[in-house]
């Protein structure tokens, strides 16, 4: 069936360090991709998105990759620091008006 | 400021008190959805709505109703609830087929 996944539910990174956070989709014809930021108490928000004709796009600090081969999309966070930590969803868009989310990331940023 | 506003943000009722959860955006965006979001399970759709008194279900539509009167409203009724719709719900706006822009949460408890 469809899903949106997450390697991984929690990750853990220096202040400073780069960040990866993968997801993994199932439907193919999926042509819309979104990251999210989620901090404690507070709705989603817009990080960057890509659309299925690009393999990757660049905002500032982060960084999507979308590998339509294998169904993967990754957020790479430059530099991150502790505002960063946060819960990080990515969400497919599969040519229909809704969004199917994954279960997300905990992000955690140590000083 | 454009932004999607939900109220109440907590609240605490109790089996079969019917309550509504109002959602107003003031971004003119055709496209509003409720969703709610429950540990491990991510954000589900439970309604949408594509325009004025079009709605449709989402993924859990079971126990809610909505309703599409004006273009920035789009309430979420329980009409009789559960302690199993005790969840974080979100509200949500898009122009399509851009990103999905939230409302802060609203927080419910059914005992």
């Known amino acids: 069936g469809e899903s949106v996944g997450l390697h991984l539910p929690t990750l853990s990174v220096q202040e400073g360090d780069n960040s990866i956070i993968n997801c993994a989709y199932s439907?193919?014809?999926?042509?819309?991709f979104i990251w999210y930021k989620q901090e404690s108490g507070k709705g989603p928000q817009f990080i960057i998105d890509?659309?299925?004709?690009?393999d990757k796009r660049q905002g500032q600090r982060v960084t999507v990759l979308l590998n339509k081969t294998v169904k993967h999309l990754s957020l790479q966070i430059a530099a991150t620091q502790p505002g960063d930590s946060a819960v990080y969803f990515c969400?497919?868009?599969?040519?229909?008006?809704?969004?199917?989310f994954g279960a997300g990331t905990r992000l955690t940023v140590k000083p | 400021e454009a932004q999607v506003t939900q109220n109440p943000r907590y609240l605490i009722t109790v089996t079969g008190k019917k309550l509504t959860v109002t959602c107003s955006q003031n971004?003119?965006?055709?496209?509003m959805s409720w969703y709610r979001q429950d540990p491990g399970l991510g954000l589900r759709q439970i309604y949408y709505?594509?325009?004025?008194?079009?709605?449709d279900k989402g993924d859990v539509p079971e126990g809610y109703k909505v309703s599409r009167k004006e273009k920035r409203n789009f309430p979420l009724i329980l009409e009789s609830p559960s302690p199993n719709q005790t969840s974080l719900y979100f509200c949500?706006?898009?122009?399509?087929?851009?990103?999905?822009?939230f409302g802060e949460g609203s927080r419910l408890t059914v005992l």
């Open positions: 949500a706006s898009r122009l399509l087929p851009g990103e999905l822009f």
């Open positions: 439907n193919s014809a999926s042509d819309y």
């Open positions: 890509i659309r299925s004709n690009m």
């Open positions: 969400a497919e868009n599969p040519r229909r008006v809704d969004m199917r």
């Open positions: 971004m003119n965006h055709e496209y």
């Open positions: 709505s594509m325009n004025v008194e079009v709605t």
